[in-house]
């Protein structure tokens, strides 16, 4: 009895470890084969690409002409006060001889009472009448000395009235510049405009009696005029030659054209800038078919300047500190650190690089360093480049 117990535990007890030995190897195996494919898979995983984006596009390297934005004030380039050479009463103004008026060249704008000149001429032309006659006269005189003398050897000057015939001569000279001093006299009772113009303004009414050089009015030339432009230090370098022809002057909805003549020698003592001068033919159109322009008008200009060689033209958008970031060959980040030749409208013109096969990077990782090694975002730039297309 004893002896079948014992034989019955010992079967129980080698049952289980057969289970245990069982679970081991199984468990064992498991394993290894997990072991095994994790190996597999990790060695068919390719490696993690960490290299930030980056969006380039080419350098645009240029030659590029220098464009200058000016303005300023439209004023007459020369003026002349309205006098007479001569005192008297205004007798005749011209309709047209009234502040904004328009006269042309040689027209008459104001007259003296001519009475006192007229009969100064009348009076003159007698004593040449007088003189002329005296001249005669001693001609005359002189043919009948000249007959009586010609048999004698020593006969004098004063014998053959040389003197007397000078003296005449003499005096109808004078007479006939009195006569053309008092025609002239005559004549400079009217005022004639010097020019095509523009009246500035007056201060006489008829019947007033002025004096010698008295200012009856202002007259301002129409046959051009002048635009005085300030002009910074940092533009004055990319000024053309003067004179610079093809100036584009801007108002409303049309242009003009001018030149861009002369410095006028001086700056501004409140902003220190230089003032240039911009002259516009015919500004009120008086003899061609454009769009006038008047003085006191605010304009403004363009002027071509020098042309920059081999530049490399960036928006103002990718500069920082003086600097843009450039992508070389081997996807490297390099920071392009150069002298800033102009800045123009929302661009900016650098100095160019020295290698050519650079690209001006247009976005940055977060924390960009020189000579992180990036990747450029290509699929990005086909997609833009399409879309642009379409």
């Keep these: 009895m004893g ?3 014992n034989k019955s535990y010992f079967h129980i007890h080698t049952k289980r470890i057969a289970i245990l030995l069982v679970v081991l190897v199984t468990g ?14 990790a060695a068919i995983t390719p490696p993690v690409d960490t290299r930030p984006h980056v969006v380039a596009q080419p350098l645009n390297i240029v030659d590029y002409q220098t464009t200058l934005s000016l303005s300023g004030v439209l004023q007459p380039a020369e003026k002349t006060d309205v006098a007479f050479e001569l005192g008297g009463k205004v007798a005749w103004l011209n309709m047209k001889f009234i502040e904004g008026g328009i006269v042309k060249k040689g027209e008459v704008l104001a007259t003296l009472d001519p009475f006192d000149y007229e009969t100064e001429v009348k009076d003159k032309q007698a004593g040449v009448a007088l003189a002329q006659a005296q001249l005669s006269e001693e001609l005359a005189k002189a043919e009948v000395a000249k ?3 010609a048999h004698t050897s020593n006969t004098t000057a004063l014998a053959l009235r040389k003197p007397q015939v000078a003296s005449a001569k003499a005096h109808l000279k004078a007479a006939q510049a009195s006569l053309d001093k008092a025609e002239q006299n005559l004549f400079r009772t009217k005022y004639y405009a010097p ?10 009414g008829l019947g007033q009696v002025v004096s010698k050089g008295q200012s009856l009015g202002q007259l301002a030339n129409l046959k051009y005029g002048e635009i005085h432009v300030p002009v910074a230090g940092f533009d ?11 100036v584009k002057i801007s108002v409303d909805n049309f242009a003009r054209l001018g030149t861009l003549t002369r410095h006028i020698g001086r700056f501004s003592e409140r902003t220190r800038m230089a003032y240039y001068v911009i002259q516009i033919d015919d500004p009120y159109a008086l003899n061609n078919d454009k769009s006038p322009l008047y003085f006191g008008q605010f304009l ?5 300047g020098i042309t920059l060689k081999n530049v490399l033209k960036t928006p103002q958008a990718q500069l920082k500190d003086n600097a843009v970031w450039l992508l070389s060959a081997n996807n490297e980040l390099i920071k392009y650190t150069t002298e800033v030749i102009r800045k123009e409208h929302d661009f900016v013109l650098l100095k160019a690089p020295s290698q050519d096969n650079y690209q001006l990077v247009t976005q940055l990782p977060e924390y960009p360093q020189n000579g992180m090694q990036v990747k450029l975002r290509t699929e990005r730039l086909q997609l833009a480049e399409k879309g642009d297309r379409q």
């Design 3 to 5: 002896i079948n117990k």
């Design 195 to 204: 020019y095509d113009a523009l009246i500035l303004g007056r201060n006489t």
């Design 300 to 304: 403004e200009a363009s002027v071509s």
């Design 28 to 41: 064992g195996s498991a394993c290894a084969a997990l072991l095994k494919f994790g190996k597999k898979s």
């Design 236 to 246: 004055r370098p990319f000024l053309p030659e003067l004179p610079a022809d093809n």
């Design 147 to 149: 007959k009586e003398w």
